[in-house]
């Protein structure tokens, strides 16, 4: 597999249609990830009165709880390229009462906010979406005030990120190899490389910790679902697949999952790094 002929207007293109394709589900998922997410926002410590980005917030999970935080002086604009996650957020914010929660459709490596506009932005599960992901965090810098803060979670090396690489793995068997690599989820798993990315930017007070995602499945068809929830692009791949390859998938889930059951289904233990820096 190459790099070589990876055009990154296309793998956006393709992430969004996923991340529109699995919006509701994604939504419906999100408990999984709940003590995830709440470690995320423990770490922003945001403070009544602040205005918070939640990027590539796909339905605003993030966002409706920092609303929360912020209180009625604050403001939240929770912000994706994917609008069907939007919409979902929107209808979820409606029925919450969240009246003062703001959605923007955006790419991350271009935003549409002026200089300096957030005290602190949160970015869950993102940064890997993207193609030029030092583009993003200029841009992110540029949105920040001075002495603001970002706050963001990626997976671990792969090896420790069961959640996904069984799946993974499932895929490369059945699958043929695509031509052209994508960036893989996991490329900022190791705190080096990734401290490294957010010094570049030019964030200062730059601090990684670990987390541990722990996750229970009653059967592997509930892991497949919940990974297909999760991973835009790989549904969308495999959601225009044939009927045949896509059970062959299942099955091959199935099997690889037999391995790991205990008696009262499958569990995984992922790991996830939470990184703080300051503009
Ligand atoms: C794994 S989801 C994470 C959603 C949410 N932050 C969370 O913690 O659950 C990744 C999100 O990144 C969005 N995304 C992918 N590429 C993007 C881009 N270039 N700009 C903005 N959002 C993007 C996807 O649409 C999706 O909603």
Known sequence: MSTQGFDHRRFKAQERAGFNRIAEHYDKGADLRADLQRALLDEAALQPGEHVLDLASGPGLLARDATLRVGERGQVVASDIAEAMLQVGLRRAAEDGLAGLLFAAADAEQLPFAEARFD???????????????????????????????????????????????????????LPQPRVQRPSVFRFGDAGPLELLLRQAGFGEVGIGDYRLHCHFHDHEAYWQAFLSLAGGAAEAIGRLDPELRAKLADEVGRELAACRSANGFHTDSLVLIASARR
Do not use: K, N
């Open 120 to 174: 602190a932005v949160l970015l869950g599960l993102g940064l890997f979406m993207f193609p030029h992901p030092e583009r993003a965090l200029a841009e992110v810098r540029r949105v920040l005030r001075p002495g603001g803060r970002l706050v963001l979670s990626v997976w671990g090396p792969r090896e420790s990120v069961p959640l996904i690489s069984h799946a993974q793995d499932c895929i490369a068997r059945v």
